[in-house]
Structures are given as structure tokens and as C-alpha cells.
């Protein structure tokens, strides 16, 4: 089974300060992880993923997360938000590779940028 | 014209209605499949389909029903819709050969109203 839990339904910062959006997940085979951005009345794009090698990743926008499998975290990161970053972030993790498919969602975290 | 084209975008209808959702793709993409999204949920998966012939259910299947009429093409329908079934659906597409877990591309999503 897997899971993924986002902590935090909604973050708020202010332009140019540092955006941390948390990821926790379970999975009882090595996991890729994912983050997708949906912005209003949009749907979801991804922004970056994980599946095996280097553990920080580097997404668009200036994104990027790092995998601790020893915390089971993949926390997203940005050093300096901007109003345009203003959206939904969904976490998703997969159990590895092979054939078969499942991704599973967080609840997403809505990110508000303040002036 | 966009990647991921779903029809309608919005749409009002009563308790007991059959009504279909719509989806094509331009991408040449083998994967595709059935989300919906409720406030402070996530997404969770309604059908998936591999290719033409192969159709699969998902988290949340009870109550609807898919046809792949091409590779392009994929619809998801309510027999008699309910409104419990009030909610955004979104239809995505991925790739098998160059990562079929990651959804690709993402329709701008059809708000379903049911009454």
C-alpha cells in the first residue's frame, strides 16, 4: 500500500521569501515521487519527479525537492516565491517501477503569496 | 488547440440523468485516464485505460462507466448521476514509452453540477 500525506492544506508567504511545502509518504517498495502545480481553473502540470538517482531534484519555475528516505519526506522547496507561484501543489507517489500503475495524491496544499 | 481537450467544461444536470464527459487527445499518448477532484481530497482515480482494448477500474469506479473509442479518444459517463458525483473531473494522458506513470498532460477539467 501507499500513501502520501501533505502537511499543511494551506501556506502562505510572502513574495520573495522561502516556500516549503511538506511531503510524506508510505510505500513498502522504493518510491517514485512526483509534485504537480494546478493553477486556478487550470489542470495539473507537473513540476518535477523522482524516480531513482540523485536525490535533489530540479523541476520548473525554479522548484525543486529533495528525497529522505530515511524522514520518508519529499518536501518541496523554493528559495524566493513569487505572486505567479500562487496555486494548488499536489504530492503523488507510485510504488516503484513495473508495469502496473498507481499514482496516489495528497489532498494538496494551496500556496497564497502575499505582496 | 490544446493537448488535453475535455467537453464540457462546466455542466448542470439532474439526479438520475445519463450524461457523458468527453475527452481527446492530441499527443499520440497510449495511457489515459479518469480523475476527479473534490475540495481538500485530491485526486482520486476513476478509470484507466492502457490502450484501446484495455481498460482498467480505478479507486472510485462504482457509478460510472468508460469507453476508449480511439486512441485519442476516452469518455467517461454516469448512468444516473447522483449528487454525490458533484465534482471537477479532469482526464490526463501518459506516455508507456517514456514513462507511462507520469501523467503527461492534463484536460482543463469539466465541473459537474448534479441537482
Known amino acids: 500500500a501507499q500513501s502520501v500525506t501533505q502537511l499543511g492544506s494551506h501556506v502562505s508567504v510572502s513574495e520573495g521569501a522561502l516556500v516549503l511545502l511538506r511531503c510524506n509518504y508510505s510505500s513498502s517498495v522504493p518510491p517514485y515521487l512526483f509534485w504537480y502545480v494546478q493553477y486556478p481553473n487550470q489542470g495539473l502540470q507537473l513540476l518535477l519527479k523522482?524516480?531513482?538517482?540523485?536525490?535533489l531534484v530540479k523541476g520548473i519555475n525554479g522548484f525543486e525537492a529533495e528525497f529522505k528516505k530515511s524522514e520518508t519526506s519529499f518536501h518541496l522547496t523554493k528559495p524566493s516565491a513569487h505572486m505567479s507561484d500562487a496555486a494548488e501543489y499536489f504530492c503523488a507517489v507510485r510504488a516503484g517501477g513495473g508495469s502496473n500503475y498507481k499514482l496516489t495524491f495528497g489532498k494538496g496544499t494551496l500556496l497564497t503569496v502575499n505582496p | 488547440d490544446a493537448d488535453v481537450t475535455q467537453t464540457p467544461r462546466n455542466r448542470i444536470t439532474k439526479t438520475g440523468k445519463r450524461i457523458m464527459l468527453e475527452c481527446s487527445q492530441t499527443k499520440g499518448h497510449d495511457r489515459m485516464y479518469w480523475y476527479r477532484q473534490d475540495p481538500g481530497l485530491g485526486l482520486q482515480l476513476i478509470y484507466y485505460s492502457f490502450d484501446v482494448k484495455d481498460i482498467n477500474k480505478g479507486e472510485i469506479s462504482d457509478g460510472y462507466s468508460v469507453s476508449r473509442q480511439a486512441q485519442a479518444k476516452f469518455s467517461l459517463s454516469l448512468e444516473s448521476a447522483i449528487p454525490n458525483q458533484t465534482a471537477l473531473y479532469f482526464c490526463a494522458t501518459s506516455d508507456s514509452r517514456t514513462g507511462g506513470s507520469i501523467l503527461a498532460f492534463f484536460g482543463q477539467g469539466t465541473r459537474l453540477t448534479v441537482v
Open positions: 523522482y524516480t531513482t538517482g540523485a536525490t
